[in-house]
T-cell receptor, first 112, second 114 residues
Framework: ETGVTQTPRHLVMGMTNKKSLKCEQHLGHNAMYWYKQSAKKPLELMFVYSLEERVENNSVPSRFSPECPNSSHLFLHLHTLQPEDSALYLC???????????FGEGSRLTVL | AQTVTQSQPEMSVQEAETVTLSCTYDTSESDYYLFWYKQPPSRQMILVIRQEAYKQQNATENRFSVNFQKAAKSFSLKISDSQLGDAAMYFCAYRSDTGNQFYFGTGTSLTVIP
């Protein structure tokens, strides 16, 4: 495995379900990110984990809950989502200093 | 927060021709990094080219080059000898020299016409 791997690639869930997105990076990076990508909008940063500190976008609803157990793994726990949360969720990693982002292939989420 | 603007939602180019994608950004910082990312229909975003603001020389990567105008806060991407595989969404991004946040534009969808 190389790069940034996301699972599942596709997820359909009801508004009352609980599910999780998983991300793993094999690049030795020390920062990991969740982005939300919706059509016609800039990528929206949701959360950053860097050197065990978390930075979050205050506009992200509490129904999204991140978890970063170590520098290689990142989760996004989903609970009681809304249809407007349907989007492509991208995981990325980078070095803390000066590095570029390396992205996974994304998890396409559909909320019914 | 810094803002990144891509004013061309869609562009098209004939195969083998040259196309330029525009990007402007707003910042009060003097040190930062700029990137162009490509997202083909298969979705994975990949880095095309990066530019350090302290470098005056424009970055080049094979058929891809940038025109970095620091005073004008402009960072355009030139694709020479366009190929069918260049068809994708292109995103311009900014990263501060401090901090881990990246700021993205809304993207430009590039179509390559055979």
């Amino acid at each position: 495995e190389t790069g940034v791997t996301q699972t599942p690639r596709h997820l359909v869930m009801g508004m009352t379900n609980k599910k999780s997105l998983k991300c793993e990076q094999h690049l030795g990076h020390n920062a990991m990110y969740w982005y939300k990508q919706s059509a016609k909008k800039p990528l929206e940063l949701m959360f950053v984990y860097s050197l065990e500190e978390r930075v979050e976008n205050n506009s992200v609803p509490s129904r999204f809950s991140p978890e970063c157990p170590n520098s290689s793994h990142l989760f996004l726990h989903l609970h009681t989502l809304q249809p407007e949360d349907s989007a492509l969720y991208l995981c990325a990693s980078s070095q803390v200093v000066a590095g570029e982002l390396f992205f996974g292939e994304g998890s396409r989420l559909t909320v019914l | 927060a810094q803002t990144v603007t891509q004013s061309q939602p869609e562009m098209s180019v004939q195969e083998a021709e040259t196309v330029t994608l525009s990007c402007t950004y707003d910042t009060s910082e003097s040190d930062y990094y700029l990137f162009w990312y490509k997202q083909p229909p298969s979705r994975q975003m990949i880095l095309v080219i990066r530019q350090e603001a302290y470098k005056q020389q424009n970055a080049t990567e094979n058929r891809f080059s940038v025109n970095f105008q620091k005073a004008a806060k402009s960072f355009s991407l030139k694709i020479s000898d366009s190929q069918l595989g260049d068809a994708a969404m292109y995103f311009c991004a900014y990263r501060s020299d401090t901090g881990n946040q990246f700021y993205f534009g809304t993207g430009t969808s590039l179509t390559v016409i055979p």
